[in-house]
């Protein structure tokens, strides 16, 4: 999902989907971001990271998410910034980030 503004039909779709789900697609963005990083394309990289906190950010503003999933959320975007556009100072890693979004990507692919 390269980055687009989320009209409301795509906001009222993922505000319907359970958030298993939204972890699973935005667990997608971060692999593909993780990918192109191994592969050392800057661009692809920004873009899949960037996508994956559009996502987060807009799975803050599902209704159904209290107070402590929304400091979550909050959470992941800031490590996602750190260690794709910043200078990781979280010292987190490729496998640390699979190892939070893996379950979800894998428990989709098994629905």
Request: hydrophobic letters at 35%.
């Amino acid at each position: 999902m390269e980055n687009r503004p989320h009209n409301e039909e795509f906001r009222e779709k993922w505000f319907r989907m359970p958030v298993a789900e939204q972890m699973a697609d935005i667990g997608k963005e971060v692999a593909e971001a993780i990918r192109w990083k191994e592969k050392g394309d800057h661009q692809k990289t920004r873009n899949f990271c960037n996508s994956a906190i559009e996502l987060l950010i807009l799975t803050e503003e599902d209704p159904k998410h209290g107070r402590c999933a929304v400091e979550e959320f909050n959470n992941a975007v800031e490590e996602l910034r750190d260690y794709f556009l910043g200078d990781n100072i979280y010292g987190t890693t490729d496998k640390v980030l699979m190892h939070y979004y893996g379950p979800f990507m894998s428990r989709r692919r098994k629905a």
